[in-house]
């Protein structure tokens, strides 16, 4: 039998709020953090919502621009080699620590790892690229590669918080942040560390989001508050949204040792691969189901105990349809016993932060004992009305939960998550 694995700290820098609290209030009331945007000063752009945390503005590449609560000090030696997405981290990074009870001084030891999600900053790769090519190629900003590319949260926050255990990135696009935390859970299980910290971070600038509607993957909906609509029959696309969450994992020994109060336990994972497209999910669900499955074995629990799934469910009209089928597939007869919710309808998409974020929710369902309403439902798509899908937050004695991912390529990802008060 391998280490068992408990959640003891969590972080958020949301569009639905910058602290526990307020995380917590949003879904219990189920308000929104998707915001009109205009992008570019282009009123022309089909798309007009966006979710970013409040308090922030950090739409610019020169870090002296940069404007947070005033209640986080950030060196300035740690912000000239960040990103945007860095900024979030820290801060939220902050929370997740003190609530978990550590000091930076007590990860220092080598028993520590650091799993971060993030695809990098297009913000800052498209500056510091342009910089170089006017001059072609005669200068060039010498901590560009350290604030641009996929693992700049790694570089930075690796040193700055002086890991010597695990220091690894993850880029599965969407499933990212849901590869980090099984990653993080196997060096737990294994015995290789006896902590994770694991960071799932974005921006939502034109540089990172309107690619995705070249793609036409995004809600062109033009009532923002309405535009991400997980399982509804008028849904047209996911709806973009930045910050960061960080989750503290422990090993249950060894954090039970500290006194550290617990969310809940981490019991397994799994993931499945679709072998299907680039880009669109197999329409029968068939990765995730599998991964699905596979997170059950690893957890060793059957169908019949699973009480609710937190669904990817980004709003786009294959994707909710896939996760639906594959839900169907794998729980039979049990629907009407499990309740489904798409934190997406408040959240919008984080992209690779998604994973984490929607990791803590469930630990703040778990704690908190409801379950999480699904936001702007109004039509079920006939596709998806086989699912328990509630319009409101409802108190809800949950003790085993699935959190499920998926990303371009076909990547599927399921946590297992369980009550911690349970043997």
Same mark, same amino acid.
């Given at each position: 039998?391998?280490?068992?694995?408990?959640?003891?700290?969590?972080?958020?820098?949301?569009?639905?709020?910058?602290?526990?609290?307020?995380?917590?209030?949003?879904?219990?009331?189920?308000?929104?953090?998707?915001?009109?945007?205009?992008?570019?000063?282009?009123?022309?752009?089909?798309?007009?919502?966006?979710?970013?945390?409040?308090?922030?503005?950090?739409?610019?590449?020169?870090?002296?621009?940069?404007?947070?609560?005033?209640?986080?000090?950030?060196?300035?030696?740690?912000?000239?080699?960040?990103?945007?997405?860095?900024?979030?981290?820290?801060?939220?990074?902050?929370?997740?620590?003190?609530?978990?009870?550590?000091?930076?001084?007590?990860?220092?030891?080598?028993?520590?790892?650091?799993?971060?999600?993030?695809?990098?900053?297009?913000?800052?790769?498209?500056?510091?690229?342009?910089?170089?090519?006017?001059?072609?190629?005669?200068?060039?900003?010498?901590?560009?590669?350290?604030?641009?590319?996929?693992?700049?949260?790694?570089?930075?926050?690796?040193?700055?918080?002086?890991?010597?255990?695990?220091?690894?990135?993850?880029?599965?696009?969407?499933?990212?942040?849901?590869?980090?935390?099984?990653?993080?859970?196997?060096?737990?299980?294994?015995?290789?560390?006896?902590?994770?910290?694991?960071?799932?971070?974005?921006?939502?600038?034109?540089?990172?989001?309107?690619?995705?509607?070249?793609?036409?993957?995004?809600?062109?909906?033009?009532?923002?508050?309405?535009?991400?609509?997980?399982?509804?029959?008028?849904?047209?696309?996911?709806?973009?949204?930045?910050?960061?969450?960080?989750?503290?994992?422990?090993?249950?020994?060894?954090?039970?040792?500290?006194?550290?109060?617990?969310?809940?336990?981490?019991?397994?994972?799994?993931?499945?691969?679709?072998?299907?497209?680039?880009?669109?999910?197999?329409?029968?669900?068939?990765?995730?189901?599998?991964?699905?499955?596979?997170?059950?074995?690893?957890?060793?629990?059957?169908?019949?105990? @699973? =009480?609710?799934? %937190?669904? *990817?469910?980004?709003?786009?009209?294959?994707? &909710? !349809? $896939?996760?639906?089928?594959? #839900?169907? /597939?794998?729980?039979?007869?049990?629907?009407?016993?499990?309740?489904i919710s798409a934190p997406k309808g408040l959240t919008g998409h984080s992209l690779s932060m998604a994973g984490v974020l929607e990791f803590a929710?469930?630990?703040?369902?778990?704690?908190?004992?409801?379950?999480?309403?699904?936001?702007?439902?109004?039509? @079920? =798509?006939?596709? %998806?009305? *086989?699912?328990?899908?509630?319009?409101?937050? &409802? !108190? $809800?004695?949950?003790?085993? #939960?699935? /959190?499920?991912?998926?990303?371009?390529?076909?990547?599927?990802?399921?946590?297992?998550?369980?009550?911690?008060?349970?043997?």
């Open positions: 039998m391998g280490k068992r694995t408990v959640v003891t700290g969590l972080g958020f820098i949301t569009c639905i709020g910058n602290s526990r609290d307020e995380v917590l209030k949003s879904l219990l009331e189920l308000k929104t953090g998707i915001r009109p945007a205009l992008f570019l000063d282009n009123p022309n752009i089909p798309v007009k919502a966006v979710g970013k945390p409040l308090g922030f503005d950090m739409d610019s590449s020169n870090w002296r621009q940069w404007k947070y609560p005033s209640t986080y000090h950030i060196d300035p030696g740690l912000k000239r080699s960040i990103s945007p997405q860095g900024i979030y981290s820290v801060c939220a990074l902050e929370q997740a620590l003190e609530d978990a009870q550590l000091s930076k001084d007590e990860l220092k030891s080598g028993e520590t790892g650091l799993y971060c999600a993030s695809v990098g900053s297009p913000l800052m790769l498209h500056d510091n690229l342009s910089a170089l090519l006017k001059t072609r190629g005669e200068r060039g900003n010498p901590l560009g590669i350290l604030s641009s590319i996929a693992g700049t949260l790694n570089f930075n926050l690796g040193s700055w918080l002086g890991i010597r255990g695990t220091n690894c990135g993850y880029v599965s696009a969407c499933a990212s942040g849901n590869h980090a935390i099984g990653y993080a859970y196997d060096d737990i299980f294994m015995g290789r560390q006896k902590r994770a910290i694991v960071i799932g971070a974005e921006e939502a600038t034109a540089e990172s989001l309107l690619p995705f509607s070249a793609m036409r993957a995004l809600s062109t909906n033009p009532v923002a508050e309405k535009a991400s609509r997980p399982f509804d029959l008028n849904r047209d696309g996911f709806v973009g949204a930045a910050g960061a969450t960080v989750v503290v994992l422990e090993e249950a020994e060894f954090a039970r040792r500290r006194g550290a109060h617990i969310y809940a336990s981490l019991e397994g994972w799994g993931q499945m691969s679709d072998g299907y497209h680039r880009a669109s999910p197999e329409p029968d669900g068939r990765g995730l189901e599998e991964a699905m499955g596979k997170a059950l074995e690893s957890a060793g629990i059957g169908v019949d105990q @699973v =009480d609710h799934v %937190c669904a *990817h469910a980004t709003s786009t009209p294959a994707g &909710d !349809k $896939a996760e639906a089928a594959a #839900i169907r /597939n794998l729980f039979g007869k049990r629907l009407a016993e499990i309740t929710i469930c630990c703040l369902m778990l704690k908190e004992r409801f379950a999480l309403g699904n936001a702007n439902l109004e039509t @079920v =798509d006939p596709a %998806c009305s *086989h699912l328990n899908l509630s319009r409101q937050s &409802d !108190k $809800a004695a949950l003790t085993w #939960i699935l /959190n499920n991912s998926s990303g371009f390529g076909g990547s599927n990802v399921c946590n297992v998550l369980k009550r911690c008060d349970q043997s």
